[in-house]
């Protein structure tokens, strides 16, 4: 059965440091998302993906946080100049139309020291 | 605005029915259903969209009350595996949000044998 892969599993990262993290959504979709969760929280949406370009955004993802897709096949959530406060579990999900059912990757757990 | 679940606990013995219930403020476009297990990705279970369509699993049903803005999820005869954190997404922009899902905050359904 197709899935969502993302890469690593987890990532320590100084504070301040820039962390990419990355993901294959499945590959006949057409929109990928970025949602994070901070633990023991409620999922969180950061970003939708469209066409090459963003299609929406909510209010956490500020100039921190930029996406991706270097080629056909990969979707990046670059964050810059890390924060305690972005430690989280990261997921990353995808899906063939923006009303259809969205299959989440396993997730990369963020840890910012 | 994130939509509010209730109850925020239950919990079952095996072969119970239980009901998680999903208000939102704002009309709704379509209502998404996750179970997430401790440590895990969110699962899709179910997608109901304005005007009734329905696509999900086939044990699990849920209705959608266009009126009230209510979404409600049956989960019957309740086996050990339906045990985790359930959530439901919401769509408000009458499906030209690309995608985009507000959660709740988590029903959690423990099922003991």
């Known amino acids: 059965e197709p899935e969502v892969t993302q890469t690593p599993s987890h990532q320590v990262t100084q504070m301040g440091q820039e962390v990419i993290l990355r993901c294959v959504p499945i590959?006949?979709?057409?929109?990928f998302y970025w949602y994070r969760q901070i633990l023991g929280q409620k999922v969180e949406f950061l970003v939708s993906?469209?066409?090459?370009?963003?299609?929406?955004k909510s209010e956490i993802f500020d100039d921190q946080f930029s996406v991706e897709r270097p080629d056909g096949s990969n979707f990046t959530l670059k964050i810059r100049s890390t924060k305690l406060e972005d430690s989280a579990m990261y997921f990353c999900?995808?899906?063939?139309?923006?009303?259809?059912?969205?299959?989440f990757g396993q997730g990369t757990r963020l840890t910012v020291v | 605005q994130q939509p509010v679940q209730s109850p925020q606990a239950v919990i079952l013995r095996e072969g119970e029915d239980a009901v998680i219930n999903c208000s939102s403020s704002k009309a709704l476009y379509s209502v998404h259903w996750y179970r997430q297990k401790h440590g895990e990705a969110p699962v899709f279970l179910m997608i109901l969209l304005k005007g009734g369509e329905q696509k999900g699993h086939e044990k699990i049903s849920a209705s959608f009350n266009e009126k009230k803005q209510q979404s409600s999820l049956y989960l019957t005869a309740s086996q050990l595996s339906y045990s985790g954190t359930y959530f439901c997404g919401t769509e408000w922009n009458g499906g030209t949000s690309y995608g985009k899902l507000t959660f709740g905050q988590g029903t959690i359904l423990t099922v003991h044998p």
């Open positions: 999900a995808s899906s063939w139309t923006g009303v259809t059912e969205a299959f």
């Open positions: 590959s006949n979709h057409l929109y």
């Open positions: 993906f469209y066409n090459n370009e963003i299609s929406e």
